[in-house]
């Protein structure tokens, strides 16, 4: 463990904008040390039989055991907590593990849950496969239907409000104020499309916001990594499940993810502003039916996007007039953007989900998830705007649409 007497003044003071945040925050557990340390021990010494009782039977406590807590984890989960204004944060081993932690360790049988029908694929499964076997009760709503989740909250049923935004696939955008002010059930807000330089949704009122930092957050393809952010009291809570959940960070992907935030701020907004160069791009050309991109007019819900989202963000989503062999193709043409899952990391991804992730539905449960047979979701990396536009083209070009 570093020696805390030597550790530097830390933290950013409270009026500090998120660049400043972003270089300060999780520095808390790193000594004297500039860049995060990795501390890639499972247990630690327990000095004596007191100081061990203290720690086993206490919540959250870091340098016991490290699937209760770890310093290198708790660097990174105080950053994330400082970035969306949280008191307190828990790392998990994906953002698949923050998601099932929330759900299952927030929810029991004869629960009910309010999410939406525009989920990332996983945590839909999860909501359609899982909780039904633990008798948990979940509810679908449109999430871009105003007042829809509310509406469809049971009093004293509900346990859990779970929306997404912006929201796969298709770009959707949840109204936060109004999922923010829903009492009773505990809200959540799946941020991972937004990161907090676009949305805080604890300022909107909302307890809780889980990410993929998998994603954006870490932000470099190499860690697997996810993070729930809120109250003290919750964060606990979920604490104590996750102990027994096992989805527990691992140290050298959580000082990734630390060394990912220090640069996100100018990532996200790199990436947002190239992104809304191809969206123009995209939107002028004959060959493309839509483009689905909240920085755009065209966008069914710009205005509260334009409110509520400080940046439009770097995932921009568009169908092909070609449909399924244009999709098809057009991802085996791109020379700069790669044909890959995953976003928010330096390269421009491209996915053609009718034919890779979503290949086995039926064009009528395509529709119902909101996929065409030529949707393309791309996320935008940090190349050059011009290189990137010329690679569209190009692959326009080579579909001969
Ligand atoms: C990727 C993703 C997840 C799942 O995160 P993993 O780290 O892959 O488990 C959850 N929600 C959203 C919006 C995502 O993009």
């Not at 340390?37 to 010494?45: A, C, D, E, L, Q």
């Not at 992104?275 to 002028?284: G, M, P, Y």
């Not at 953007?337 to 395509?366: F, I, M, R, W």
Request: glycine fraction near 10%; charge should be negative.
């Amino acid at each position: 463990m570093p020696d805390d007497s030597l550790r530097p003044d830390v933290g950013a003071p409270p009026d500090a904008h998120p660049d400043t945040l972003a270089i300060r925050s999780g520095r808390g557990h790193n000594g004297t040390d500039l860049a995060p340390v990795i501390h890639p021990t499972t247990t630690f010494v327990t000095p004596t039989v007191e100081a061990g009782r203290r720690m086993a039977t206490s919540v959250g406590s870091v340098g016991f055991y490290s699937r209760y807590g770890n310093p290198s984890v708790a660097a990174f989960e105080s950053a994330v907590a400082e970035l969306e204004g949280a008191e307190a944060a828990r790392a998990f081993a994906s953002g698949s593990g923050a998601t099932a932690a929330v759900v299952l360790g927030l929810c029991s049988s004869g629960d009910h849950i309010v999410t939406q029908r525009q989920l990332y694929a996983g945590t839909q499964l999860l909501f359609q496969m899982v909780c039904p076997r633990f008798g948990i009760d979940v509810t679908f709503v449109d999430g871009t239907e105003p007042g829809a989740f509310a509406a469809a909250v049971r009093p004293g049923k509900t346990v859990l409000v779970l929306a997404e935004t912006p929201a796969n696939p298709k770009l959707a955008i949840v109204d936060l104020d109004e999922i923010g002010s829903i009492r009773g059930p505990v809200t959540a807000v799946d941020s991972t499309f937004a990161t907090p330089l676009a949305t805080r949704p604890l300022d909107h009122g909302v307890d809780l916001v889980v990410h993929s930092a998998t994603k954006a957050l870490a932000g470099h393809n190499d860690a697997s990594l996810g993070v729930v952010a809120g109250s003290r009291e919750l964060i606990d809570w979920i604490w104590g499940f996750a102990v027994l959940q096992g989805a527990n960070a691992s140290p050298y992907d959580a000082s990734n993810g630390l060394r990912g935030l220090r640069t996100l701020p100018v990532r996200f907004e790199r990436q947002s502003a190239t992104a809304r160069v191809l969206a123009e791009v995209l939107e002028a050309d004959g060959r493309v039916d839509a483009v689905h991109y909240p920085g755009l007019a065209s966008h069914p819900q710009f205005e509260l996007a334009q409110r509520q989202m400080r940046l439009p963000g770097g995932l921009v989503t568009f169908d092909l007039a070609g449909g399924l062999d244009a999709g098809r193709a057009f991802v085996e043409s791109v020379q700069i953007a790669q044909l890959a899952s995953s976003l928010g990391g330096p390269e421009t991804l491209v996915t053609h989900p009718a034919s890779t992730t979503h290949v086995n539905l039926t064009p009528d449960e395509l529709a119902a998830a909101g996929i065409g047979p030529g949707t393309i979701r791309m996320s935008v990396g940090l190349e050059h705007p011009d290189d990137l536009t010329r690679d569209l083209r190009r692959a326009l070009d080579a579909i001969g649409a």
